[in-house]
């Protein structure tokens, strides 16, 4: 315990010594999402000697960890306890870290289910740009009240503060698990299907249409996802797909739409395309009808629609999903031009009252602005 503390006030040392000297300070856990913003800025603090489980209570569905902890090493001590995160979060890569999937704020394929990472999220710790130890929340959802600064932290990229600790609610592994495959459906078929499903009592977890096949995940009850099945795979076949009830090679293609290592994900169709997430309404129409011709890999039952263009299409696709209610965001940049195809913006403009909240919570946290500059 003291070795660990002595770690943090390390970092809290560099971190007045770096607000003083007005010297950039990038976070990083594993760095396996280094990619993944406007730019890298600053001296690395690495967050990784700060490790460990402080506490897991299976019972009360709660743990809290140290930032640097290697996120599966995590994931392993949930399963042996029937347990898990239930917001599927990518890692890309093996040094993946807690820290790092908080401040990032992403979540795989159940996210439309269950929630993102902020919904998990109960208490947080974190040092401030004045290199404070502050801590919010607790490991009841009863301990949040007013501001929740606790959520706040989740996919702020660490402009906010030094994720050092967090508490995070975990869900028990459901019951059962089945997986359908529906070929030979369009788009607009499939979301017009995924629609009909989410008005109706079906343990529908996830969701992913690519290549004219709609692949659903239920996860629940034995008794709920059996008669799931056979409602879903009727419903299917009235629209003329063929319907697979896949085995256990579904649990790995999950995975890999987490992790986007699936052949959509794996290479881009040409050398100057990025990839693009396009965040919009459920409800949305179907891409072509919104003049987006690019092929597409769509996720969360219609809300997530990831796509590869050129980053000279960036006006275009922000125009369009802002006038559903959505945003686009460069989610990868094209090995053709790297790091320039970012001039067009990772991230879409926030509105001006939006952006004005943003920017004071940066000097309220930040006020030297020394944390991960430029980043968002």
Same mark, same amino acid.
């Given at each position: ?39 890298? *800025? ?10 460990? /489980? ?10 809290? /960890? ?26 890309? &890569? ?12 992403? %979540? ?8 993102? /990472?902020?919904?998990?999220?109960? #208490? ?21 009240? #007013? ?7 989740? &996919?702020?990229?660490?402009? +906010? ?6 508490? +995070? ?51 629940? %009850? ?7 099945? *056979? ?15 896949? #085995? ?13 290592? +699936? ?40 809300? *997530? ?17 802002? *006038? /559903? ?48 500059? #430029?980043?968002?």
């Amino acid at each position: 315990m003291i070795a660990m503390q002595a770690i943090l006030d390390d970092f809290a040392q560099r971190i007045r010594d770096a607000a003083h000297t007005q010297t950039p300070l990038r976070f990083r856990g594993g760095g396996s999402k280094d990619f993944y913003g406007q730019s890298l *800025q600053g001296d690395v603090l690495d967050t990784r000697a700060y490790s460990g /489980v402080i506490s897991y209570e299976p019972s009360e569905l709660v743990i809290t /960890v140290r930032a640097g902890t290697r996120l599966a090493e995590v994931e392993q001590l949930l399963a042996q306890q029937g347990q898990c995160f239930a917001f599927d979060p990518p890692h890309f &890569g093996a040094q993946a870290t807690v820290g790092g999937m908080v401040a990032a704020g992403l %979540a795989g394929p159940a996210r439309a289910s269950v929630g993102t /990472v902020r919904d998990f999220v109960l #208490g947080i710790r974190v040092l401030n740009g004045q290199g404070e130890d502050l801590t919010f929340g607790g490991q009841v959802m009863k301990n949040v009240a #007013g501001y929740d600064v606790s959520r706040l932290m989740a &996919g702020s990229l660490g402009q +906010l503060a030094l994720i050092t600790e967090v508490s +995070l609610k975990v869900l028990p592994l459901a019951p059962s698990e089945a997986t359908l495959a529906c070929a030979g459906m369009t788009q607009a078929v499939a979301l017009a299907l995924l629609h009909r499903w989410g008005a109706q009592p079906l343990p529908l977890n996830a969701s992913a249409w690519v290549q004219d096949t709609l692949y659903i995940r239920l996860r629940g %009850a034995i008794a709920a996802v059996a008669s799931a099945i *056979q409602k879903m795979t009727d419903d299917a076949k009235t629209l003329g797909a063929s319907v697979t009830h896949m #085995g256990d090679e579904a649990i790995a293609d999950w995975q890999a739409s987490a992790e986007q290592t +699936l052949p959509f994900f794996a290479q881009a169709p040409s050398a100057d395309a990025c990839l693009w997430r396009l965040s919009v309404p459920q409800t949305t129409p179907d891409l072509a009808s919104l003049g987006i011709s690019e092929a597409s890999y769509i996720e969360w039952h219609g809300a *997530q629609r990831w796509i590869w263009a050129p980053a000279a299409r960036a006006e275009f696709l922000r125009q369009i999903t802002r *006038q /559903v209610g959505g945003h686009a965001t460069l989610f990868k940049t094209s090995a053709l031009h790297g790091g320039a195809d970012k001039s067009v913006g990772v991230f879409s403009p926030l509105e001006a009252v939006q952006q004005r909240i943003q920017t004071q919570l940066k000097k309220q946290f930040d006020p030297a602005g020394v944390f991960n500059p #430029g980043r968002v």
